[in-house]
């Protein structure tokens, strides 16, 4: 019996794991109050900073480019950390670099916007994704 449960809370550990493995967390989750026009996301070799970011209607998302090889901002239809899909709305897909080192997001509406970056690799094994929530 004492087995039994012992196997039961070894599978339920594993799944939790697992579970939270697909989702992964915010590494920093910054909120910006409601009247600053702007702020300011670093698109670096690896990250994005702040990944999760929390804004409200009206303030502007300057993603700024501090890296050294070309990444890329490209929406997708979420959830957080995933590398796969492509968001058709709002579509974003800008390739940045040191000749074209910042891309400024007006948010439309209230609501999530999940990104990534679409360089091979940078996404899966970097971890560069990250969501701006509009409030
Ligand atoms: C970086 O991006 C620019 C613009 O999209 C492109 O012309 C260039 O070939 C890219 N460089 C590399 C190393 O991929
Ligand atoms: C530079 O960024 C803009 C968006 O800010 C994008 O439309 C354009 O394609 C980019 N140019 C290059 C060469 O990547
Ligand atoms: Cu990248």
């Known amino acids: 019996m004492e ?15 697992q579970v939270l493995a697909q989702f992964p967390r915010c590494k920093s ?12 996301v ?14 409200h209607m009206g303030t ?7 890296g050294n090889t070309n990444h890329t901002v490209t929406s997708t ?6 590398c796969n899909q492509r968001a058709l709305s ?3 897909d800008v390739t940045l670099n040191n000749d074209n ?3 400024i997001f007006y948010p439309q509406g209230r609501g999530t916007l999940f990104y990534k ?13 990250g969501k701006v929530l509009v409030i």
Request: hydrophobic share 40%; proline share 5%.
């Open 3 to 17: 087995k039994n449960i012992f196997v039961l809370l070894t599978m339920l550990a594993f799944f939790t794991l």
């Open 29 to 40: 989750d910054i909120t910006i109050g409601p009247f600053e026009s702007f702020t300011t």
């Open 42 to 55: 670093i698109v670096g070799d690896g990250f994005f900073s702040p990944d999760c970011l929390t804004v």
């Open 60 to 66: 502007t998302i300057i993603f700024e480019y501090q």
């Open 77 to 82: 239809n979420g959830p957080f950390g995933n």
């Open 90 to 92: 709002p579509e974003i």
């Open 101 to 103: 080192s910042t891309y």
């Open 117 to 129: 970056c679409n360089i091979l690799g940078h996404c899966e094994r970097d971890g560069m994704f």
